[in-house]
């Protein structure tokens, strides 16, 4: 029997993933039962995954405007203009679930994915960043009892999706040039793998997903469509994860970067020649999205033949084809009497392009098959007038951050070895052994990159301007208080982009959330949203795109609220960019300072949510540090000005491991060509909390800068002008490293053996998988 | 004078081998199609980086089949010059201009990473405005850059000279057979790059192109440019401002 003969019941439709509700909505909007395909496209089209209809009521409450913002949420990316007649194009997007089921196609087809929403819009990309979150890779007390197979297995996810990023990056020829890590036992079931993408246009190039002009020909373009991927938004990205989960696998997609780097070149070329009117890759819901969003937003209906779909497998049906979710596939609209301009572009690049339909004025999907009328579905009603739903919300702060916190060791107590154990841990360890595997510098741009500075910065050919961009993101922090956690990723990143001497002008983000059907989830999801438009704000970074992964849970454990954030900057000038590394012997370590006081009791509060705390003492409480929004905003705009001025030599912000990582960090960035590096000796003569807290302590708001003495003045001076403390710390020296509180020895060695540590223990974990 | 830089579906480093080229050499370069036999008019041909056709059989297999690779071998045949960077040293060697074979990476992973290479030969075209012994710091970026070949073709290779870098530690000590700070993916004698009989085809792994401007953290590659632009024109190539600059 074929399977378009299958008879539609409201069972059938649960099994779909539809509510009773939802189920009537489709009848009432059809006037009648829909049959099998028709069920099947309503269902991915009305999934979570692509209705936001657990997130739309609360996405409104973001910024989304700004002088900058060419297109805001809406579109396949986000656009601002970065002058000189350029934009930037970016945004960010989970992979989590098919990361989980097959590390590898998962990881791959993530990069995949975020790559085309980028270039269907005309622009190239240029590079990619990856936020990735996995379950602890080595016994610890921040391990949460992990056994040896767990962190086994949790190795080999990680290593499988860091394979997959550099299988696809790095074929595909876009550089990977930044992103973070971090390992806790709450993402051992439900790995996060975010990626970003960003790409160049010249403004009048945009291309957008509107279909115009009633009988323009609709053209399929790239790929062949097989039976991979069939369901992958909706049943496994919209749902929770379970025991059986493995068997999910077939609804995983697989990736081909080659495909992908021609449909790159071809796409651009087409687009060239002004034939093409509109177009929008095939991406979660393949064909059923690209056709009616592409339809809706053009206020027009498509009509499709089927039949002419290029296809790689025999007797597929109108189901599998509309919801497969192959890979590196465009749909496009061209200007009608057009057709063999835009054919013949694509056929150079070896690609198959054929024309499967035409642009309707009666605004319906109407799909034909083996010469009848396999469904009739309004457009507008598939891709916008998909449920919204007001899920409950109910303030349930864990009861994990009531719970103990630190005991301070006496104050004038050796830390080094703490500190030592610190270096060592994954989330502070050196991240080579992952950025080397992908390739950073491919078209030539990346000015910094892995490693090199506090954000990854690219100059642009055609200006003598740079961008830099980051992500960043603290799950525990927001676990902990999501509101203020959120507001903290936000501003971290824009600081880090800030650090680099660039100024913060946009963000995108991804939202990573458990299941919005339990209201504390829901409570977490509206907390971080609001934190992080409070903080978007203030620091004049509207979110101009981004993404809602929700079901983040396996067998009803979700994973922290993970809100990551990419904040997009601009450097006016390439050559004041500032890395993060210290430059020469005997220049001054400086620390500007916008972190509010706190009292110790206070202190020791947000000290129990520090990395130290966690891998030191097991210890996941209390509250993220507090945060000043207005004063970020003036450190930002301070670092922004000290760069163009060129009056600091390098900087870093102080976060995971507090001062003393970040002043080791600053040694270990700044390696010079011969092999040797710079030591650093500090005292820090201005905290007046406990030891550990002054030494290890996350407070946002600081950055270590280094400044010639000749410069000294002239720093103290603008930073006074943005209302900023600058604090001597100490200076560069080629000796041991050094740090002393109020005079006090705390932590004293060889710089190079902590260097040994921090670059090869992520090396030593992971080299055996 | 003109270059010219070959694209195959699939390589990725075409935009960056003519970008050094053309702006920071202020030299004339174009593109040449992978299934165009004629390369007329050009004096020399890079075969850039990337992943020709995927690379999914084996690095360079498919890519020696093009039309183009019969007309760079009959250029190669009358002296042209021809230069194959990472992808295109590989495509090289499938297409036997260069001797010897190209293994994966010893530690089976990707790797891209700053390296030294040492110049073991000035006397080629690519290298003529090199010191000798020169060390260059340039990046790699590749899966497959574990040169082989067998005991004979090796000491051949020694004994005319043909090979033109090798990975050193950054002081210049040669790097060991499992030395892979320096020779981080296990070449047969720290082999980075090599020269046919006639020295007018070289192929090397790591991307002088991408070491041609301060903003990319080096400028060593430039002598590799002006080296074949000196070949060309026969009278020395100026330094580049940046070149200019003391490390």
Redesign the interface.
């Known amino acids: 029997m074929l399977q378009t003969e299958i008879k539609v019941t409201p069972q059938l439709a649960a099994e779909h993933g539809l509510t009773p509700d939802e189920y009537a909505r489709i009848r009432k909007i059809l006037g009648r039962d829909p049959n099998f395909t028709e069920l099947g496209v309503f269902s991915v089209m009305w999934s979570e995954h692509c209705s936001y209809k657990s997130s739309r009521a609360h996405l409104k409450r973001l910024p989304t405007r700004g002088a900058r913002v060419v297109q805001g949420p809406g579109e396949n990316a986000g656009v601002v203009d970065i002058g000189d007649d350029l934009v930037a194009v970016f945004k960010i997007e989970s992979h989590n679930h098919p990361s989980f089921v097959e590390p590898f196609q998962g990881a791959a087809t993530g990069v995949g994915g975020i790559l085309r929403d980028i270039f269907t819009m005309g622009a190239r990309p240029i590079a990619v960043l990856d936020s990735l979150r996995f379950g602890p890779i080595e016994k610890g007390a921040g391990a949460d009892g992990a056994t040896p197979e767990e962190i086994a297995r949790n190795r080999r996810i990680v290593d499988g999706v860091v394979?997959g990023i550099?299988f696809y990056g790095?074929?595909?020829?876009v550089p990977t040039v930044a992103g973070e890590v971090m390992f806790e036992p709450c993402y051992a079931n439900n790995p996060l793998v975010n990626a970003l993408a960003l790409g160049i246009a010249r403004k009048k190039d945009l291309f957008f997903a509107r279909a115009r002009g009633v009988g323009n020909p609709v053209i399929y373009a790239g790929a062949k469509t097989g039976r991979d991927g069939i369901h992958g938004a909706s049943l496994l990205a919209s749902a929770e994860f379970s025991e059986e989960s493995q068997q999910k696998r077939p609804n995983v997609q697989v990736g081909?970067?080659?495909?992908e780097?021609?449909l790159l070149e071809a796409c651009l070329e087409a687009m060239q020649t002004g034939a093409v009117a509109a177009i929008q890759d095939m991406g979660a819901a393949g064909l059923a999205s690209s056709s009616s969003e592409m339809a809706s937003r053009g206020g027009l209906g498509i009509e499709m033949d089927l039949d002419r779909v290029p296809q790689r497998e025999t007797n597929m049906t109108p189901y599998e084809m509309m919801l497969s979710e192959s890979q590196e596939r465009m749909l496009l609209v061209a200007e009608r009497g057009r057709e063999r301009e835009v054919f013949d572009v694509f056929h150079k690049?070896?690609l198959d392009a054929v024309e499967v339909g035409r642009v309707t004025d009666d605004g319906i999907l109407r799909l034909r098959h083996q010469g009848r009328v396999a469904a009739e579905i309004p457009a507008h009603a598939l891709a916008e007038e998909g449920p919204r739903y007001e899920r409950p919300i109910a303030a349930a702060p864990p009861a994990e951050s009531q719970g103990p916190l630190v005991e301070f060791a006496a104050d004038g107590i050796d830390l080094t070895e703490n500190f030592r154990r610190l270096l060592a841990s994954p989330a502070i360890a050196s991240k080579e052994w992952i950025?080397?595997?992908?390739?950073?510098?491919?078209?030539?741009n990346?000015?910094s990159g892995p490693g090199a500075g506090d954000a990854a910065v690219l100059?642009l050919?055609e200006t003598k301007r740079a961008l830099a961009i980051k992500t960043d993101g603290n799950g525990r922090w927001c676990f902990l208080a999501p509101r203020l956690g959120a507001m903290h990723a936000v501003v971290e990143a824009a600081r880090n982009v800030a650090c680099t001497g660039a100024r913060p002008i946009a963000a995108t983000n991804c939202l990573n959330f458990g299941n919005p059907e339990k209201p504390e989830v829901m409570w977490q999801f509206t907390e971080a949203i609001d934190g992080i438009a409070e903080a978007c704000r203030v620091l004049e970074t509207p979110i101009t795109g981004g993404n809602v992964s929700f079901y983040n849970e396996t067998l009803g454990k979700p994973i922290y609220p993970t809100p990551i954030l990419g904040v997009l900057g601009v450097l006016e000038d390439?050559?004041c960019a500032l890395g993060s590394g210290f430059r020469n012997e005997g220049d001054l370590i400086v620390m500007l300072d916008a972190s509010a006081a706190v009292s110790r009791t206070e202190a020791a509060r947000e000290f129990g949510s520090s990395e130290y705390a966690k891998t030191i003492y097991g210890i996941v409480a209390g509250a993220p540090p507090a945060l000043d929004l207005a004063a970020e905003k003036r450190l930002i705009d301070c670092l922004v000005m000290l760069a163009s001025e060129r009056a600091i030599l390098s900087a870093h912000d102080v976060s995971d491991g507090g001062v003393a990582v970040t002043l080791a960090e600053c040694c270990f960035d700044g390696i010079g060509?011969?092999?040797t590096f710079f030591s650093a000796e500090a005292n820090i003569d201005f905290d007046d909390g406990p030891a550990e807290c002054a030494v290890f302590g996350e407070r946002g708001g600081r950055v270590i800068v280094s400044v010639s003495p000749s410069s000294l003045a002239r720093v103290t001076a603008i930073a006074a002008q943005y209302g900023l403390q600058t604090r001597q710390v100490g200076r560069v020296t080629r000796g041991a490293f050094r740090i002393q509180l109020k005079g006090i020895p705390a932590i004293h060695g060889a710089v190079h053996s902590f260097r040994e540590i921090w670059a090869g223990s992520l090396g030593k974990a992971l080299a055996g998988v | 004078m003109k270059f010219g830089v070959v694209q195959f579906p699939g390589s990725n480093c075409d935009d960056d081998a003519c970008f050094a080229i053309r702006s920071v050499l202020a030299q004339p370069a174009e593109f040449i199609w992978h299934q165009s036999e004629d390369v007329s008019g050009f004096d020399a041909i890079i075969l850039p980086g990337g992943f020709a056709f995927g690379d999914y059989l084996r690095t360079g297999a498919i890519a020696r089949f093009s039309p183009v690779m019969r007309a760079v071998t009959r250029f190669a045949k009358s002296g042209g010059l021809v230069l194959g960077i990472c992808n295109g040293f590989q495509i090289l060697l499938e297409a036997g201009l260069l001797p010897g074979a190209m293994l994966r990476n010893k530690r089976l992973r990707f790797l891209c990473r700053q390296v030294h290479v040492r110049i073991e030969n000035t006397d080629t075209p690519f290298t003529r405005a090199a010191r000798p012994g020169q060390i260059l710091k340039m990046p790699i970026a590749h899966m497959e850059g574990n040169y082989f070949c067998d005991p004979a073709t090796l000491a051949e290779s020694e004994r005319n000279k043909q090979i033109v870098f090798r990975y050193v530690h950054p002081d210049g000590r040669p790097a060991g057979p499992d030395d892979f700070d320096a020779n981080p993916n296990g070449a047969l004698a720290g082999i980075a790059g090599i020269s046919n009989r006639e020295r007018n085809v070289v192929g090397l792994m790591p991307h002088p192109e991408r070491a041609v401007e301060l903003a990319l953290n080096s400028v060593d590659g430039l002598v590799i440019f002006r080296s074949i632009v000196e070949s060309l024109s026969q009278q020395p190539a100026p330094r580049t401002a940046a070149e200019r600059v003391p490390a």
């Not at chain 1, 790095?170 to 020829?173: E, I, P, Q, Y």
């Not at chain 1, 950025?435 to 030539?444: A, I, L």
């Open positions: 394979r550099g790095n074929c595909f020829g081909d970067p080659f495909m780097k021609l690049w070896g950025t080397e595997q992908y390739d950073s510098m491919v078209r030539t990346t000015q100059r050919k390439a050559e060509d011969d092999g």
